[in-house]
């Protein structure tokens, strides 16, 4: 696996492309695909992830999938690279970002909606984005994720002002744009900034006292699999993993609240409507145990479900998209629920930004969600009819 993802992640788009063209004509045993399973959220290096939009697409067809979804942070660069690459491997491809929006001066003003890190404002998904407006969408971003990148550097400011004092620091400049693709067109996340934290601890105290570091410096918890995992010096996903420790524990210590790289949720659904793109809610629910391991038990939007969804259609919104691995049966017969009874459209996708993540939703296979794999054919259709 590790040849392959270094294959097809090195170089230049067309570069990229013309690997898994190579790979995929020399392969004696082409992966079975099942109609069982689809992922319309698979995050790229275009915002923070091990693989590119191309190698998004082989790992997505290894899996089995027939279909395959990119979901970035306020950019939509990949796009035209995961559209190729599906068309070399076969998979049929469906292209979107997601960004957070602010709902000041809606009922869902003040509380905690699905953003872990500031209330008021909600995470939302553009899907299935016509391909003539891919362009659009990117140069429309360009202006907040510049503001984000300022509030980047205040986070940067905050880390250090922590960390200084264990004699490591990390530098915007040259620690985390390095090992983000801002400079083509993608965008800085606070992954980004705890990944470069992560990579001066390793380099600092190694495997042996990264634990040790951990709990007693830092003074996060860890549970015995956490424990069991940073103390592994053969882990390939150590950072991964300590990624995800800090993604839930620390970045409470060091957020800057997100403001004017925030479009209103009424901009974001004009620019829907302009566009042809799906607007969705992503529906995250109240945390119990996380399944990625970084997000810690929290309240979210599963007590006002009615406020929200009377928000959502009053803003024209009338999709939502949500990942069946992260709720409970409860949680997800209720908003399916909600949805039928709405006329609202649902969109089903596996939030993929670390190797562990399989690409696969075992639950997709239970009848509950077999409506999900549908919605992604008629999404899929929908954005080729309106590229057309």
């Not at 392959?4 to 090195?10: G, T």
């Not at 001066?105 to 003539?132: C, F, W």
């Not at 908003?335 to 939030?351: A, H, L, P, V, Y």
């Amino acid at each position: 696996m590790n040849e392959i993802l270094d294959l097809l992640n090195k170089g230049k788009a067309e570069n990229r492309l013309k690997a898994l063209a190579d790979i995929i004509v020399k392969e004696k045993n082409p992966p079975e695909r099942s109609d069982l399973f689809a992922n319309n959220h698979i995050h790229t290096f275009y915002s923070f992830s091990p693989y590119s939009p191309t190698a998004a697409v082989y790992f997505a067809r290894a899996a089995s999938l027939k279909t395959a979804g990119i979901m970035d942070h306020d950019s939509i660069a990949g796009a035209r690279e995961f559209i190729k690459a599906g068309e070399i491997a076969d998979v049929a491809t469906t292209v979107g970002l997601e960004c957070r929006v602010s709902v000041a001066g809606t009922p869902l003003e003040g509380r905690r909606i699905n953003n872990p890190d500031q209330k008021s404002v909600a995470y939302m998904a553009l899907h299935g984005v016509p391909h003539g407006q891919i362009e659009k969408l990117q140069l429309h971003f360009a202006p907040l994720r510049e503001r984000r990148n300022a509030r980047n550097r205040k986070m940067t400011e905050n880390i250090n002002s922590i960390i200084r004092s264990f004699g490591i620091s990390i530098d915007f400049d040259k620690d985390v744009l390095p090992i983000s693709k801002y400079n083509e067109g993608g965008s800085v996340t606070e992954r980004h900034l705890i990944a470069a934290v992560c990579k001066k601890i390793l380099s600092s105290f190694g495997t042996e006292q990264t634990v040790d570091f951990i709990e007693n410096e830092m003074k996060i918890p860890l549970s015995e699999k956490q424990r069991s995992r940073l103390s592994d010096s053969g882990n390939p996903y150590i950072e991964y993993d300590l990624l995800g420790v800090l993604k839930a524990q620390f970045v409470e210590r060091i957020y800057v609240p997100a403001t004017d790289e925030c479009m209103h949720i009424s901009e974001l659904s004009a620019l829907a409507k302009e566009t042809g793109a799906l607007l969705c809610y992503a529906y995250l629910g109240d945390v119990g145990d996380s399944v990625t391991g970084d997000k810690k038990n929290q309240k979210f939007e599963d007590d006002y479900l009615d406020i929200l969804f009377d928000t959502l259609q009053e803003q024209g919104i009338d999709a939502l998209t949500y990942m069946p691995s992260r709720n409970t049966k409860e949680q997800l017969l209720r908003i399916q629920k909600m949805c039928r009874e709405r006329g609202i459209t649902e969109i089903s996708g596996e939030d993929i930004n670390s190797p562990r993540q399989s690409f696969i939703c075992g639950q997709l296979t239970q009848p509950q969600f077999r409506h999900l794999i549908d919605a992604t054919w008629s999404l899929i259709e929908r954005e080729r009819r309106l590229s057309e």
